[in-house]
């Protein structure tokens, strides 16, 4: 098991400033998949010799992605402090509701 921590920055951002980062490191996120993408079936290996740095920034570019979700969750929570469990369980309903099946759970705590 992986026990990994995320911090909770200290930021009182305006919603328009959240959009606007969340834009950024999507588009971030976007490119360093496609690029994966494109090394991982590179026939010519001399053009992009390291297919683990293309992943390395993949998982970069995802965990600035969370970063600026926990973000706009702290932000609602803030106001809505109750509303993160029933919205989990809905979003859980609705994959089940999906066909979505489970190979295993994340857990989330707060400290």
């Known amino acids: 098991m992986i026990n990994i921590k995320m911090p909770v920055l200290k930021k009182d951002h305006e919603w328009n400033e959240h959009l606007k980062k969340l834009r950024e490191e999507s588009y971030?996120?976007?490119?360093a998949v496609q690029m994966l993408d494109y090394?991982?079936?590179?026939?010519d290996k001399n053009t992009l010799k390291d297919e683990g740095a293309a992943a390395?920034?993949?998982?970069?570019?995802?965990?600035?992605?969370m970063q600026v979700c926990i973000g706009i969750i702290e932000?609602?929570?803030?106001k809505y402090p109750t509303m993160l469990k029933n919205?989990?369980?809905i979003h859980i309903e609705k994959l089940y509701q999906r066909g979505w099946k489970f190979r295993?759970?994340?857990q989330i705590e707060e400290e």
């Open 56 to 65: 390395a920034c993949v998982l970069s570019e995802v965990l600035d992605v």
């Open 104 to 106: 295993k759970w994340i």
């Open 39 to 43: 090394s991982e079936k590179c026939k």
């Open 28 to 31: 971030e996120l976007r490119t």
């Open 75 to 78: 932000k609602l929570l803030e």
């Open 87 to 89: 919205a989990v369980m």
